[in-house]
């Protein structure tokens, strides 16, 4: 298990890297205005949708009922071509209604503004068609337990918008804005090379060929998989999602905002984003195979056991990594972004926003490990009616904030409603099992740990402050 889980977080961290020094560059030649706003906002559907397919939503529905399959590749290609279609036509639906799509998803933007984005949102979202082609294999990936390749193939993405940025520097801002669109897609289909060479690699061609040669065999049965499957499809994506809508709602909300506010909380929530996929996501991503199979076996002393491995470990680097990021929020946004077009104030903005963002990686990282428990055994109807309640103090916590504090309000509520989907989380996975892991020896490490960390951050902190 561990040595997936670091070959994820390894490929994880490769990918955020190189995300971070594509932030930093867009950050310098773009800064923090209308131009780049519109950017966040035309990628924000196909960047939100990847999150949801890439970071484990599909796979946590797909792989339980492929697992369950008798016939498994005519399961495959059955679900890949209903949901290839649905994606396409949703697709064509964009380029015929971009301004409608770019309203819907920047609502307080201005007609001016909303007509310069309308052809950059219908650009981006091509990118939705690569992303689910990408995840389809990856998912199948996943069950022959290969992680690499899905882990390292961001970086593919990042690696095309980084030379979009370095060939478009000297051209106009609303040039960049178009450069940075081409790289979204040239990354996509990188992206989706890499998964369809790693498949072949595997002998997963022949079962994807296998599917479409008998498509129409055996429909009774697969029909019976696929109803099992889109039951679960849905709540699995709704329930695996809080914090991607979260983000896209405070978004939505920041296009109220003074100009800047959207690029604030995105390069916060980059920030943010970081130890949650390279700690949690890629935990749970590597665990939920071997859950699966286990609770498909009735094997559940492994599976807890494999549960309370992964609960310590992950506890333990969300800790250290939330306290670390709340303390020194202000020099990891001075270290990563204020040069260039970026200036001061748009970095102490930034950190603020940031120290809002971190107080919530603790319960959405846990959520996400408990959760597994409830997908492997098929109860993700329940994972999204826990989703919902946490969904819904977000908006009503929003609301609330965004006019005292502006856009650190809707930071804060978003850490709030994690704390709800993590209380309600507890109460699905089982509170008596929950209190027996935690009131084991490692708390009080893990405590003892935290206030040491807080102590020599302090220290350090006030080190920088004296002395550079």
Same mark, same amino acid.
């Given at each position: 298990?561990?040595?997936?889980?670091?070959? *994820?977080?390894?490929?994880?961290?490769?990918? !955020?890297?190189?995300?971070?020094?594509?932030?930093?560059?867009?950050?310098?030649?773009?800064?923090?205005?209308?131009?780049?706003?519109?950017?966040?906002?035309?990628?924000?559907?196909? *960047?939100?949708?990847?999150?949801?397919?890439?970071?484990?939503?599909?796979?946590?529905?797909?792989?339980?009922?492929?697992?369950?399959?008798?016939?498994?590749?005519?399961?495959?290609?059955?679900?890949?071509?209903?949901?290839?279609?649905?994606?396409?036509?949703?697709?064509?639906?964009?380029?015929?209604?971009?301004?409608?799509?770019?309203?819907?998803?920047?609502? #307080?933007?201005?007609?001016?503004?909303?007509?310069?984005?309308?052809?950059?949102?219908?650009? +981006?979202?091509?990118?939705?068609?690569?992303?689910?082609?990408?995840?389809?294999?990856?998912?199948? &990936?996943? /069950?022959?337990? $290969?992680?690499?390749?899905?882990?390292?193939?961001?970086?593919?993405?990042?690696?095309?918008?980084?030379?979009?940025?370095?060939?478009?520097?000297?051209?106009?801002?609303?040039?960049?804005?178009?450069?940075?669109?081409?790289?979204?897609?040239? #990354?996509?289909?990188?992206?989706?090379?890499? $998964?369809?060479?790693?498949?072949?690699?595997?002998?997963?061609?022949?079962?994807?060929?296998?599917?479409?040669?008998?498509? *129409?065999?055996?429909?009774?049965?697969?029909?019976?998989?696929?109803? !099992?499957? !889109?039951?679960?499809?849905?709540?699995?994506?709704?329930? +695996?999602?809080?914090?991607?809508?979260?983000?896209?709602?405070?978004?939505?909300?920041?296009?109220?905002?003074?100009?800047?506010?959207?690029? /604030?909380?995105?390069?916060?929530?980059?920030?943010?984003?970081?130890?949650?996929?390279?700690?949690?996501?890629?935990?749970?991503?590597?665990?939920?195979?071997?859950?699966?199979?286990?609770?498909?076996?009735?094997?559940?002393?492994?599976?807890?056991?494999?549960?309370?491995?992964?609960?310590?470990?992950?506890?333990?680097?969300?800790?250290?990594?939330?306290?670390? #990021?709340?303390?020194?929020?202000?020099?990891?946004?001075? &270290?990563?972004?204020?040069?260039?077009?970026?200036?001061?104030?748009?970095?102490? +903005?930034?950190?603020?926003?940031?120290?809002?963002?971190?107080?919530?990686?603790?319960?959405?990282?846990?959520?996400?490990?408990?959760?597994?428990?409830?997908?492997?055994?098929?109860?993700?109807?329940?994972?999204?009616?826990?989703?919902?309640?946490?969904?819904?103090?977000?908006?009503?916590?929003?609301?609330?904030?965004?006019?005292?504090?502006?856009?650190?309000?809707?930071?804060?509520?978003?850490?709030?409603? #994690?704390?709800?989907?993590?209380?309600?989380?507890?109460?699905? /996975?089982?509170?008596?099992?929950?209190?027996?892991?935690?009131?084991?020896?490692?708390?009080?490490?893990? &405590?003892?740990?935290?206030?040491?960390?807080?102590?020599? &951050?302090?220290?350090?902190?006030?080190?920088?402050?004296? /002395?550079?």
């Amino acid at each position: 298990m561990f040595k997936s889980i670091v070959t *994820n977080s390894i490929g994880i961290l490769f990918s !955020r890297i190189l995300g971070f020094i594509r932030d930093l560059l867009t950050a310098s030649i773009l800064g923090a205005n209308i131009y780049s706003d519109i950017f966040f906002i035309a990628f924000k559907l196909p *960047n939100l949708f990847r999150r949801i397919f890439a970071e484990g939503a599909f796979a946590q529905s797909f792989i339980p009922s492929f697992t369950a399959a008798k016939h498994k590749s005519i399961f495959a290609v059955h679900v890949f071509v209903l949901f290839f279609f649905i994606i396409f036509l949703l697709t064509m639906l964009i380029q015929l209604f971009p301004y409608a799509a770019a309203k819907s998803i920047a609502l #307080g933007f201005d007609e001016k503004t909303l007509e310069l984005a309308a052809p950059f949102v219908s650009l +981006n979202f091509y990118y939705l068609l690569l992303i689910f082609a990408v995840s389809f294999l990856s998912a199948l &990936l996943q /069950y022959k337990e $290969h992680f690499a390749t899905t882990a390292f193939s961001t970086g593919l993405l990042n690696i095309s918008m980084i030379s979009a940025l370095l060939l478009s520097q000297d051209k106009d801002s609303q040039d960049i804005v178009y450069y940075l669109s081409i790289g979204v897609l040239v #990354g996509g289909f990188l992206q989706f090379i890499s $998964h369809l060479a790693m498949a072949k690699k595997k002998g997963l061609f022949k079962l994807i060929l296998g599917g479409f040669k008998h498509f *129409n065999s055996h429909k009774e049965e697969v029909s019976k998989d696929r109803s !099992r499957f !889109r039951s679960s499809f849905l709540p699995a994506i709704w329930g +695996n999602s809080t914090a991607q809508f979260a983000a896209f709602l405070d978004t939505w909300l920041a296009t109220f905002l003074v100009s800047g506010s959207i690029s /604030y909380l995105y390069y916060a929530n980059r920030i943010f984003q970081l130890p949650l996929a390279l700690f949690a996501i890629a935990t749970s991503v590597a665990l939920f195979p071997r859950i699966s199979k286990y609770i498909r076996h009735n094997k559940k002393e492994e599976a807890d056991k494999a549960f309370f491995t992964a609960f310590w470990f992950l506890a333990s680097l969300l800790t250290l990594s939330m306290i670390g #990021g709340f303390i020194l929020s202000s020099e990891i946004i001075w &270290l990563l972004f204020e040069r260039g077009a970026f200036s001061a104030i748009d970095s102490q +903005n930034t950190s603020t926003i940031l120290q809002m963002y971190m107080l919530g990686l603790f319960p959405f990282g846990i959520s996400k490990l408990l959760s597994l428990k409830l997908y492997a055994e098929h109860r993700q109807g329940e994972a999204a009616k826990i989703a919902t309640y946490s969904l819904a103090g977000n908006i009503v916590l929003s609301l609330a904030l965004i006019t005292p504090f502006g856009a650190m309000g809707l930071a804060l509520a978003s850490s709030l409603s #994690g704390f709800i989907l993590f209380i309600y989380t507890i109460k699905a /996975y089982g509170l008596e099992r929950f209190l027996a892991i935690i009131s084991h020896k490692n708390a009080l490490w893990l &405590l003892l740990s935290s206030l040491a960390l807080v102590l020599i &951050l302090i220290l350090f902190k006030e080190f920088i402050h004296d /002395y550079l």
